[in-house]
């Protein structure tokens, strides 16, 4: 007989807060291949010790155990793990099955902890199931099974792995005597090749095929009787080589949960969804106030229009913007208008943007004479644009401007159209405070979308570009006074005016002394004499729309004006968030851009920046009292599956799969919730969902890859905790002790 087992003065005690209980005492044994051994002794005397110890299920405080020859006090937890899942096989008293599991996968699992793949497991398990009886109950849960199939299922996962030793504490206990006797039968036909050792109160029903009855009392030997030896039978030789356990064995075992558990998966993966989702709100709220362009106070003296959406874009190397300049932008994503003519710092005013102040006198005769009459801009908001940046499907009624002096508007009356309406037109930094310019629109189409911007025919905002960005010109003027003296009128602005005579001039106030007796005029511009030149103009002394300029007929402003070249556009975005990424796209391409909205803000609003600072804090805030609950939380569901756990690690798997099946399982569920959030974002950009789309676009569109990295990788390491706290308790746990409760 090859001995296997042989026990050294073993004794094993059960400690409490108060006193210590004898478990084991002195225990002197050796077992050999070939045998079956029936332990039998009254309730408590020791039995069920005895095999815990032996399979390493609990510890011993005293003695020796040496298997194969090898001391085994020295092993921890791992070695332990890994005896169990080479050397021995276990019929628990009370089963130890996951109630959750089939009754083929929980012999499958036993095959699976060995390292077998799949089909290797279930094929092995469903010969085992047979054996037993319980083919027609394969694919039942085990908590709907009887007591007596509990058992034989219990037997059935223990006898699937192939293992030296074979252990079972009362394995007939549940069973009719029918079904008993088959089963010691099949356990004593094992006992040829193998160790079995049994633990039974009724050592009768297990006589004929004990080879060696061992009778415990008190935890101490009190028989120790030899029926058969072993000597004569064909031993097989053991085998100690297993498959090397991969995360393949992980991933099944997390297949099987997510299958059998369909419960807890699904409350589960709420539980994660939800707050997950939750966090993305809020995190996206942390991201959108990470730009505090919005709570700053912005200069009006460079730019007038400050539009969030806008991009003022022009080359590096200074030239003019041509045909495959706009065509590379409009191929840029989230530009949906581009503005060729640099118009659009000019303001214009339109029904509540201004009002009229009239003053008025009573003559000799009392009557009200009106004396006189001044404009009040009330409002900035409004800078022109033109019809570039819409189309006819923009439109519910009328057309596109045809004309120089027609509009687009929105309104709900449809008798607008036709209609002229008076509009003026003024910049800041160009005109002075009193100095505008008034003309009349016609109405010719009406928008689809509420808006209050008012879009110009294309003609006349290119006309008012050169408002925006004026000719500077200097006029050469010949007087005669004892002889011809020419004077320079330096560094003026031309306008036009459309009601001046051919080759006309007007001339303000301030020039008129150097302009008398005049001989000879050559208007010409300042960067090349020989650009642009005018010859003998007529000047008119009068009242001009500013000091700063000098108007001029229609036939010398465009002169001056048709080789003017763009050097400069704007692009308007379909969202300011992609403000950044686009400018720096541009600046990658040889272009110059800059966001007037950004560039512009000098100074701080203290209670928007208050609001901002208040906002940031309180999501960061509610992120982690979230994700706090999320762990809690999770680790308390998690606890459920304590026992199932620890029913593994008695059937000898390792903490090392444990974690992984812990970690892939967790990660699973947070992979889920992202998904979901990612298939939320698809579904609405490829479906108009119409105000969910929209919420959804508004909590994501400050992001970029950077955010969605971070985002995930909160996530992550929130998976992790939870399953490193999870794992940490689990191996805490002995098995035994875990198994009866904390």
Request: hydrophobic fraction near 40%; include cysteine; aromatic fraction near 14%.
């Amino acid at each position: 007989m090859k001995e296997l087992l042989k026990l050294n003065d073993i004794s094993k005690f059960y400690y409490s807060s108060t006193n210590a209980a004898l478990g084991l005492r002195k225990i002197n044994l050796s077992f050999g291949q070939g045998e079956f051994v029936v332990i039998t002794g009254e309730s408590g005397s020791g039995k069920s010790t005895l095999l815990n110890v032996i399979s390493g299920n609990d510890t011993y405080e005293e003695g020796e155990m040496y298997f194969n020859g090898l001391e085994t006090s020295h092993f921890d937890a791992d070695d332990w793990q890994e005896f169990r899942r080479n050397q021995i096989s276990f019929i628990f008293q009370n089963y130890n099955l996951i109630d959750s599991y089939s009754v083929l996968d929980n012999v499958v699992a036993a095959v699976l902890i060995e390292g077998y793949t799949k089909s290797e497991a279930v094929e092995r398990a469903k010969v085992l199931i047979d054996k037993v009886g319980l083919s027609n109950r394969i694919n039942n849960k085990a908590a709907k099974l009887s007591s007596g199939q509990k058992q034989r299922l219990a037997i059935a996962r223990a006898l699937v792995k192939d293992t030296p030793i074979i252990m079972a504490d009362e394995p007939t206990g549940n069973l009719d005597s029918a079904n008993g006797k088959q089963i010691l039968k099949l356990l004593y036909e094992l006992s040829k090749e193998k160790l079995v050792l049994i633990a039974s109160h009724n050592f009768e029903q297990a006589k004929e095929y004990a080879t060696r009855k061992i009778r415990l009392f008190d935890g101490e030997i009190v028989e120790d009787s030899i029926f058969e030896l072993p000597n004569n039978l064909k031993m097989k030789e053991i085998n100690n080589t297993k498959p090397i356990i991969t995360y393949k064995t992980s991933f099944n075992f997390v297949a099987n949960n997510l299958k059998n558990q369909p419960k807890r998966v699904i409350i589960t993966m709420l539980l994660i969804m939800l707050i997950t989702c939750t966090t993305f709100l809020l995190f996206s709220t942390f991201v959108s106030n990470l730009d505090d362009s919005f709570t700053r106070i912005r200069n009006d003296k460079v730019f007038q229009n400050v539009d969030p959406l806008r991009i003022v874009v022009k080359r590096q190397d200074g030239k003019p913007l041509n045909n495959d300049d706009y065509i590379y932008f409009s191929n840029i994503k989230h530009i949906d208008a581009i503005e060729k003519d640099e118009y659009i710092d000019l303001n214009y005013y339109y029904g509540k943007d201004y009002e009229i102040k009239y003053t008025y006198y009573r003559d000799s005769n009392l009557n009200i004479i009106e004396q006189s009459s001044s404009v009040m801009f009330l409002s900035h908001d409004h800078t022109l644009r033109s019809t570039m940046s819409i189309s006819n499907k923009d439109l519910r009624a009328g057309s596109l401007p045809n004309n120089k002096n027609e509009i687009v508007l929105y309104d709900t009356d449809s008798s607008m159209l036709g209609k002229k309406e008076k509009i003026y037109i003024r910049k800041n930094n160009i005109f002075l405070d009193d100095a505008y310019m008034l003309d009349e629109f016609k109405v010719v189409g009406l928008l689809k979308e509420p808006t209050e911007q008012i879009y110009f025919s294309e003609s006349f905002v290119s006309e008012m570009s050169y408002y925006s960005f004026p000719r500077t010109i200097n006029i050469d003027v010949t007087v005669f006074e004892s002889t011809n003296i020419t004077k320079t009128i330096k560094d003026v602005n031309i306008a036009l005016n459309r009601g001046l005579g051919t080759n006309t001039i007007i001339c303000p106030d301030n020039y008129k002394d150097q302009i008398n007796n005049i001989v000879k005029i050559i208007m010409y511009t300042t960067d090349d004499y020989e650009s642009v030149r005018v010859y003998n103009s007529k000047f008119v002394i009068a009242d001009s729309i500013s000091n700063k300029f000098i108007e001029v007929s229609e036939d010398i402003f465009y002169q001056f004006h048709q080789t003017m070249a763009n050097l400069q556009a704007s692009l308007f975005l379909s969202d300011y968030s992609y403000s950044t990424n686009t400018i720096e796209k541009l600046t990658d391409n040889g272009y110059i851009a800059l966001s007037p909205f950004k560039s512009t803000a000098y100074h701080y609003d203290q209670n928007l920046v208050w609001q901002r600072l208040l906002t940031i804090i309180i999501s960061i805030a509610i992120m982690i009292i979230l994700y706090f609950l999320e762990i809690v939380t999770m680790r308390a569901l998690l606890k459920f599956k304590k026992n199932d756990y620890i029913i593994f690690k008695t059937m000898g798997m390792s903490n090392k799969t444990i974690k992984q099946i812990n970690y892939l399982e967790i990660f699973f569920y947070f992979c889920i919730s992202l998904l979901f959030i990612v298939f939320m974002k698809l579904l609405s950009s490829i479906f108009n969902l119409g105000d969910f789309s929209s919420y959804l676009f508004n909590l994501t569109k400050y992001f970029g890859f950077w955010h969605y990295f971070v985002f995930i990788l909160i996530n992550v390491l929130t998976s992790f905790i939870i399953s490193y706290t999870f794992n940490k308790y689990l191996i805490s746990k002995t098995h035994v002790g875990a198994l009866k409760g904390d």
